[in-house]
């Protein structure tokens, strides 16, 4: 199986670290795999034309993701002509 080591600050690991255990997973590998799967899920909205966003159900107001990696994401030409 292949394998993966990447380098991160102390901070970045104390975060993952807090993370790991919040969210009751085991291992760095449950998280990573976890973030993995947002990460899918957000790039395929995207194409799609979707905002992600996070939706305060008592105000209904809602935030939208900043994540630059996301802003690259093309939208499917399918969903350009939808839109016009």
Known sequence: MPRLQIDVTAAKLETMEHLIALCGLQTKKDLFNNALTLFQWAVEEKKQGNTIASINENTKNYREL????????????SQLAAAS
């Open 66 to 77: 900043q994540m630059p990696a996301l802003n690259e994401v093309p939208v499917a030409k």
